[in-house]
């Protein structure tokens, strides 16, 4: 059997090959789940199913979507212009930093500053963060998959060493900040429910990032970029320019969901702030083909699975690791089944009539 | 010479999807013989030398080493064959040395036979005439040497046939001319040596027999010596049994006089990374309503030249102008704000492939479909419709610009340029692989921008074209501009001697 490269794809191929890669994907896990010593039916359930049944845990889903949608945003606007920021786990931290040393300096602020100014703080943030990579590799070429990845160990250990030095919580001795003041804490949209405002500024960065990457000339010129940065570059479109605000939008989109989290849901700093969002961003964007609603669809599916898998591990005994060997499984179903949208199977030997190049005679 | 040949091959054919670009080659290479195969850019020599050296498989024909049929499946299958291939790319580590880069030829299992390695290596650059030292790294040797140890590398492997490619595309003359003399005493030795390239020159120098590929053919074989350079060139190209075509419709103003120069090439020169001189003071004007023809064998300089003027690259030395406005260094945007319209050779390099062909449409004045802060799509479309509609291009709006066909993605390209009624036109094998239909469409067009005034850079390998569509000929070769002749009155003959390298002074009463 070879690959060959198929021409243009049938309409109904993508959603028969996601179908295929969701299959697959249970079908694989199967024998992990059975060997944890539950059955793959009843642990499919509470992954996919048993989270969106009541009120409480679609909130609690919804919840844990908001990082995600926030790095998945930040993976795809890089991704799209073709700079491979791999760095959103050390934007993140960095932005989370930065927020809380806002609301340490200026302990009491009304919701209407300390939002807007905490937002500002871990984008600005998390854009620091990004900038010596993007630099890099805007001016001397320097892969930023590399760099970004090292920058996030670095950033990790800047907020470890802050919370076990200056900033350890004064009253208990913890290695984590003093609680942010009141006027700090985002709102509950719901009550009962933990979800706060920060899924709806996530959501109001998704519409004005889908809005810019498809509706305007910086959206289309970054995708030229991305596609093909030689062909770009013949039409006079800037290529390091591109490359520079696109790395430093996407660590800036990083650097702001780390503030929303601190200001959101742990109102304080703690070593745990980030359980790997970063990283699990760039699944999202990879699993949402860079499109930002299918990005949160993907943010909310993982999130689904995350909580899901928390209840199963209590329900049936299995490891709550489980829950990522699932989504990882499906990141690696996805990526490989997807690649039949360009190529199609021969079975070797099988030649295509093959046409003489021009006669000679 | 009675000799069993060394290689030879029978009936190859290599076709990638509905691209034939090797259709029934017969080929041999004898003992003590430098073999030739002169082509043109994608007339299939690489992919005949990948199928020798076992890098991709032919879909029928066979190949025999020493009279005997072998598989060749792999580059290791044509390393026990005795075939050795030295391309563009040299295969070395460069942190490493010479002896290191020898010994990861042949790696097994246990330690290296360090001693005999150097031995034997000695014995091939002694074979090869040359003098290496096998403990320097490969990061200090130029790049001549640096081929010679990877002919030597092929020698140690036990090599009795040496593909070349192109070999001396990186090198500067001096070192060209070592790479001969070795070529010499290996020859000399019993080797065989088949020698890929488009230089007319160097093959007629260098090579015994000569073999002309085009369009994955073999045209003809025949003893270097029993033809002229000229002839060979014509044989590379295709030659038409009809006189010169003039295409009737040239009408219009024509050549004017010197106030009216719109594209000004002023000395231009260009030093590539090896420090070989790729253009040498070039020296071209094109007035209004004229079409200048750039002809030479593709290599020579053509696409660095268009490069410069396209805004994608800077000249070591020398301007180029668009009327007035000197455009030496500017980007490709200030390039086409100054009026120059650019259809290059590279036709899925100029386009984002994967980018509608509304958009590769407006992709270089995005500035003018702007409503607010957002791109007004709609007049995207409807600029998308009528230009397909104009130039009678056959897609929609909304189709992968990647999928068109050849000649409808050069419409989109020609229109691209041609809706902005550029004053002045760059235009690089516009109809390399276009059927016979769409060339023609692209001649037309450009025939009518030539009596709208436009001033029109042709670069061409088609003598047919040139002939058919020039007013003027420069012939360029090897960077430099051999002459500039009145394609009116000009013959093959004396093209082809130029393309070939001789001076239009040194033809005499020729022309």
Known sequence: MRMLLRGTAPRWLTPALVALAAVLTLALTAGPIRLGGASPGAAFTYYLVRPLTTSYTVLEVLLASTPLIFTGLAALVAFRSGYYNIGGEGQFIAGAIAVTAVTLAFPALPLVVSLPLGLVAGAVAGAAWGLIPAVLRVRRGIDEVVTTLLLNPVALLLLQGLLNGPWRNPTNQFPESAPVGAGWELPRIVGGSRLHLGYVVALVLAVLAWVVLTQTRVGLTSRAVGLAPKGAAFSGIPIRRTLLGAALASAALAGAGGAVQVLGLQHRLTAEVSTGFGYTGIVVATLAALSVPAAIAVATLLADITVGAESAARALQLPPQMGKVVTATLLLCSVGVLVFRHYTLALRGRRRGARAAGGAS | ?511
């Open chain 2, 1 to 511: 010479m009675g000799t069993t040949p060394l290689v030879a091959l029978h009936g190859i054919r290599k076709s990638y999807g509905d691209l034939l670009v090797n259709d029934g080659v017969d080929l041999d290479v004898r003992p003590g013989e430098i073999h030739a195969i002169l082509g043109e850019n994608g007339a299939g020599k690489t992919t005949l030398m990948r199928v020798i050296y076992g890098l991709t498989t032919p879909d029928a024909g066979r190949i025999e080493v020493g009279g005997a049929p072998v598989s060749i499946a792999s580059p290791r299958d044509a390393i026990a064959a005795g075939i050795g291939m030295v391309t563009q790319h040299f295969a070395l580590v460069r942190p490493m040395t010479v002896l290191e880069n020898v010994l990861l030829s042949s790696a097994g299992l246990g330690p290296p036979d360090t001693e005999g390695a150097r031995r034997r290596f000695a014995e091939a650059t002694e074979l090869l005439g040359v003098d290496i030292d096998p403990d320097v790294r490969i990061e200090d040797l130029s790049v001549g040497e640096q081929q010679r140890v990877e002919i030597a590398k092929t020698l140690y492997q036990g090599a009795r046939v040496l593909i070349l490619d192109e070999p001396t595309a990186v090198l500067v003359p001096q070192d060209a001319r070592a790479l001969f003399d070795a070529l010499r005493r290996l020859t000399a030795s019993g080797l065989g040596v088949l020698f890929i390239s488009h230089k007319l020159h160097e093959v007629a120098e260098i090579s015994h027999r000569v073999s002309v590929l085009r369009q994955g053919r073999i045209v003809d074989t025949r003893p270097t010596g029993s033809s002229t350079p000229a002839e060979l060139a014509e044989l590379m190209v295709g030659r038409s049994v009809a006189a010169v075509l003039r295409d009737e419709r040239r009408v219009g103003p024509g050549p004017s006089n010197d106030e009216a120069v719109v594209i000004a090439v002023e000395h231009v020169s260009l030093d590539g990374s090896t420090g070989k001189r790729l253009l040498d003071d070039v020296d071209l004007r094109v007035h209004r309503g004229e079409i200048l023809a750039i002809a030479g064998v593709s290599g020579n300089g053509q696409r660095e030249l268009a490069d410069i003027l396209s805004g994608m690259r800077m000249p070591s030395s020398g301007h180029v102008r668009v009327g007035r406005q000197d455009i030496t260094g500017a980007t490709p945007t200030q390039v086409v704000a100054c009026g120059l319209g650019r259809i290059p050779e590279d036709r899925h390099g100029s386009v984002v492939d994967d980018l509608s062909v509304e958009e590769n449409l407006v992709l270089e004045d995005l500035g003018q479909f702007r409503r607010g802060p957002f791109l007004d799509k709609r007049a995207i479309r409807r600029r998308a419709e009528e230009l397909i509609a104009r130039f009678a291009i056959k897609a929609a709006p909304t189709d992968r610009i990647g999928g068109l066909s050849g000649g409808n993605m050069q419409k989109v390209l020609l229109a691209r340029v041609l809706a902005k009624d550029p004053r002045a036109i760059l235009v690089a094998q516009p109809t390399r692989g276009l059927d016979v239909g769409a060339g023609e469409y692209v001649h037309q067009q450009l025939l009518a921008r030539r009596a709208d005034g436009a001033a029109i850079l042709l670069i061409s390998e088609d003598l047919d074209e040139i002939l058919a569509l020039a007013d003027r000929v420069a012939v360029i070769f090897d960077g430099a501009i051999m002459g500039i002749v009145d394609a009116a009155t000009t013959t093959r003959a004396e093209l082809g001697l130029m393309m070939a390298g001789t001076p239009q002074q040194a033809l005499g009463g020729a022309a």
